[in-house]
Every structure is written in structure tokens, then in C-alpha cells.
């Protein structure tokens, strides 16, 4: 209850400041959905929503995004916390051929000022092979038994895509320079709805369907032509946890033209762990420069 009743209380305080509108003091804080827990009477009474100005009739974006980052765990406990860490867990996913295949994975991460800088290393394991995929000063290569490769077109798109399409652009949109459009208020699948699109600087656009109740992201949806065919990318996220006072899905689902191709399910992720930078460089680099 320590993180509910910390998430009241500064939500009352967001109510009394011009930064935010009211619409974040209407929310509850989030807890594990799968372990719902009881809240006491005075706490159902601070969460009165208050009432909005007169001919205030819809949120603005970023009134909305804003929102939405508070209840993840407000910007600067995810600046602070989410600055590096490791991921664990395992990918299910439809091989061209179309046999599906399992892997699991380590993802380590430290973050930069913006997506650009950010460094990031994916080791993957499958029964025939092991390798990964790192991500630093701008650009992606692949490292298999310490010799680096060039990944393919296509695992490079897919890889990028992660970034570019994601709740992290959303909670980082003001450091990735991005714009934020709000679209309406929607129901759909009996949820209510707020969809907004942000534009990256590369004008690469995400849609987002976020709840009204809880101001979670619940899915966002793409459309990628790289290949010369236009496909629509939806991507669903689930089983939301409290994770060191952040918010995090542990498991998402990607389709592609409504039919699944991937499901990632989280074991464990640990935030704010010290991690070396040559994780993250280019070995054939590193022996250019000794």
C-alpha cells in the first residue's frame, strides 16, 4: 500500500500545480494487476476526481503524456532508476519459413541523453546458435563467438524498431525531441480510451491506445513500408508489474496485419546495475584503437 498512498499523495499535489491537469489526479496508482489489493476508505476518499474548469471539455497531449509518465513512476524516478539495467526472459516468435522458434534472452542497456545515445546488448540463445546484437554511437552490428558481423536489413529494422515503436518513446518524448498529437477519446474492446500519435524527428509515427482508468499503455500500432509493401504493426502489452517503483509490462505481443509473429515474456528485470561500456563496443573497433 506504501506505493499507493505515495502515488495519492502525489497526485494531489500535481492537482494544486500548473503543470499538470487534473486528469492525472483521476487515476489511480498502478499496482501488479494480476495481485490487486484492497484500499483503505480514506484513500478511496482522497481519490475524489476533482472537478474540471469550466470549458475544459478534452486533455491536451501532453496534459495526457504527462500523465502517463507520472504513473510509471514520474520522470525523474525513471531517470534515476531506469538509467541502466538487465532484462531477462524469453521470445516465441514466427520465422520466415513460418515455423516458430524459441529463444531466451539477456537484454543490458545504459541510457543516453536521447535514443541516439543510448547503448544497448542483446544476447540471444538458441538450441543451434548463440549471439547478439549491440547497439552503440548510433548504429547496430552483431557479435557472433567475439567476431563481429553485419546484421541484415531486416534484423536491423526489426531490432530499431523496438525503439522507435514503444512505451519508452512515449515516456521520452521530450528528451527525443518528438511531437505529440492528441486524437480523440475511443472505446474499444469495452475499454475506454485515449489514442494520441507522437512523431519522432525522423517523422516516424506511433499511435497509442492508453486507458482512461489506469493510464496504461495497452497496445500501439505502427506502419512500416521499408520492404516496399506497407504493413500495419500492432503491438499489445500485458501482466503490468511494480518494479522498483517503476511500471513494466512482462509480456507483449507483436502482430503484424493482425496476425501474431512475437510474444517476449519477462522473468526478471533489475534496474540500476552497474555495467561496463566495452559490453557495448565493436571488438574489430576496439583492436583499430588500442
Known amino acids: 500500500m506504501l506505493r499507493s498512498s505515495l502515488a495519492l499523495i502525489a497526485l494531489c ?26 484500499e483503505k476508505p480514506q484513500e478511496k476518499a482522497q481519490e475524489k476526481p476533482p472537478e474540471k474548469a469550466s470549458g ?3 486533455p491536451t497531449a501532453e496534459q495526457i503524456a504527462e500523465s502517463v509518465v507520472f504513473m510509471y513512476g514520474t520522470r525523474a524516478v525513471l531517470d534515476q532508476i531506469r538509467r541502466n539495467g538487465v532484462e531477462r526472459g524469453r521470445i516465441t516468435r514466427l520465422t520466415p519459413e513460418g515455423k516458430t522458434e524459441e529463444l531466451s534472452y539477456e537484454r543490458r542497456f545504459i541510457r543516453g541523453a ?11 540463445k538458441m538450441p543451434s546458435m548463440e549471439y547478439s546484437l549491440i547497439y552503440g554511437d548510433g548504429r547496430l552490428w552483431g557479435l ?6 553485419t546484421p541484415r536489413q531486416d534484423t536491423v ?16 518524448y ?11 477519446k475511443d472505446k474499444q474492446k469495452g475499454l475506454d480510451l485515449y489514442v494520441m500519435d507522437l512523431t519522432d524527428k525522423e517523422n516516424r509515427q506511433t499511435r497509442y491506445y492508453i486507458s482512461t482508468k489506469t493510464l496504461h499503455v495497452l497496445w500501439l500500432e505502427y506502419q512500416d513500408s521499408s520492404t516496399g509493401i506497407s504493413i500495419k ?10 518494479t522498483q517503483n517503476t511500471l513494466v509490462p512482462y509480456r507483449s505481443v507483436l502482430l503484424a496485419d493482425n496476425k501474431q509473429i512475437q510474444e517476449t515474456r519477462i522473468s526478471n528485470v533489475t534496474f540500476g546495475l552497474k555495467l561496463e561500456d566495452s559490453l557495448f563496443q565493436n571488438p574489430e573497433a576496439q583492436a583499430a584503437n588500442p
Request: charged share 25%; hydrophobic share 35%.
Open 233 to 242: 504493426y500492432t503491438r499489445t502489452f500485458h501482466d503490468y508489474r511494480a
Open 157 to 172: 529494422d526489426n531490432f530499431m524498431a523496438q525503439f522507435w515503436h514503444s512505451i519508452d518513446a512515449l515516456l521520452r
Open 56 to 58: 475544459d471539455k478534452s
Open 114 to 124: 536521447d535514443f541516439s545515445k543510448d547503448k544497448v546488448r542483446m544476447d540471444q
Open 144 to 149: 557472433i563467438n567475439g567476431s563481429a558481423f
Open 13 to 38: 499535489l500535481l492537482f494544486l500545480s500548473a503543470t499538470l491537469s487534473p486528469l492525472a489526479a483521476q487515476e489511480k496508482a498502478p499496482t501488479p494487476e494480476k495481485t490487486p489489493t484492497k
Open 174 to 184: 521530450k528528451e527525443n525531441g518528438s511531437t505529440i498529437t492528441y486524437i480523440d
